[in-house]
């Protein structure tokens, strides 16, 4: 561990320097050599500590390239332009070579290699962990949230929009995995952020992960991994409820994202899922009734006209047979997705 902080120490040290640290840390190129060297050994120490089933030392690794980056986001606007041109030696480094020109160009105008570096090393400890110890997945996941939210808050939106894009991937790799338990995991990460941006009234990258999410709800669902695609379904209606009671912009348009997961199942086991979807549409309703919005209840109402009687009737039993808001078993959620309190229930 001594030695994990010390890397990591160096690493930040190195890019951070200023011209007056040349003697220590060599040119920008050297200190840039440096700097992905650290990221490098980093990932090594977690991807071995995995394959040694060493989750403290794992998580150890892990929390140091998180830390690193963090760091790194606060301090980087006082970086030279020069800092974040990308070296022959970035060039030629393995997960810089392999990257579309337009790519690499990116990288140096939006002025996020460095980032980019730390989270590609965090997306492969994930791909190997999400078989060995899906527990260091769900570790990276909550990191990579702090990295985002980070971002969110000194307004560093190409660092922001990095974030997401490595949100996804990890969602596609769990799913391409058929874990369902390490996307569960990563959508509750990715909710927060969703969660951050609406604190921070950035409509733009929350429409954004709202168009995501209903793309992996529709994927979850043709590979048949329903229990995701309903994890989807409250995530959005959760962001909806706390869009709508900060009076978010983006609202509207998030609540017809989740009106856009369901369509007419291919199957029974769909029937099932969009059930669920149903579901949290009908509980995201009794938040506009306890606020008098009858208009914004409405479009639920529409929405759910063509739904048989019988069909809604069982929603609606099961919503109010919840009585207990924490869920019966373990989980890091805590609530039960279908918990209403007594006013929402009245509402029903």
Request: proline share 2%.
């Amino acid at each position: 561990e001594k030695i994990i902080h010390r890397i990591k120490d160096q690493t930040l040290s190195a890019a951070i320097a200023d011209d007056a640290d040349v003697r220590r840390y060599g040119t920008e190129s050297e200190r840039q050599k440096v700097v992905i060297e650290g990221i490098e050994q980093l990932g090594d120490i977690a991807v071995n500590a995995i394959a040694s089933r060493d989750k403290l030392i794992a998580s150890s690794a892990i929390d140091a390239l998180k830390d690193l980056a963090v760091s790194y986001l606060v301090l980087k606007q006082a970086r030279p332009a020069s800092w974040f041109l990308l070296s022959r030696a970035l060039r030629q480094n393995p997960d810089f070579v392999a990257l579309a020109s337009e790519s690499l160009n990116e990288l140096t105008a939006e002025k996020t290699w460095l980032e980019w570096k730390a989270l590609r090393q965090l997306l492969t400890v994930f791909s190997v962990a999400i078989a060995e110890l899906p527990d260091i997945g769900h570790l990276i996941a909550i990191d990579v949230r702090y990295v985002a939210e980070t971002a969110i808050e000194v307004n560093d939106e190409p660092a922001l929009r990095l974030s997401i894009k490595f949100f996804n991937t990890f969602l596609r790799t769990a799913l391409n995995h058929e874990e369902v338990r390490s996307a569960y995991n990563v959508l509750n990460q990715y909710r927060q952020v969703g969660e951050k941006l609406i604190e921070y009234d950035q409509s733009a990258a929350l429409l954004d992960i709202a168009e995501h999410l209903r793309y992996y709800a529709h994927t979850s669902l043709s590979l048949h991994l329903g229990f995701v695609t309903e994890t989807i379904a409250y995530d959005m209606a959760n962001l909806c409820e706390k869009a709508y009671e900060r009076k978010s912009p983006a609202h509207e348009a998030l609540l017809e994202s989740l009106l856009l997961l369901d369509h007419s199942p291919d199957s029974p086991a769909q029937e099932v899922t969009l059930r669920g979807v149903r579901k949290a549409q009908a509980k995201l309703s009794t938040i506009y009734l306890l606020h008098n919005d009858e208009a914004m209840a409405r479009r639920i109402f529409n929405d759910l006209a063509e739904e048989r009687t019988e069909r809604l009737r069982s929603i609606r039993s099961e919503l109010l047979a919840i009585h207990a808001k924490d869920f019966w078993e373990i989980v890091d959620r805590g609530t039960n997705f279908d918990y209403l309190d007594p006013k929402r229930k009245e509402q029903l």
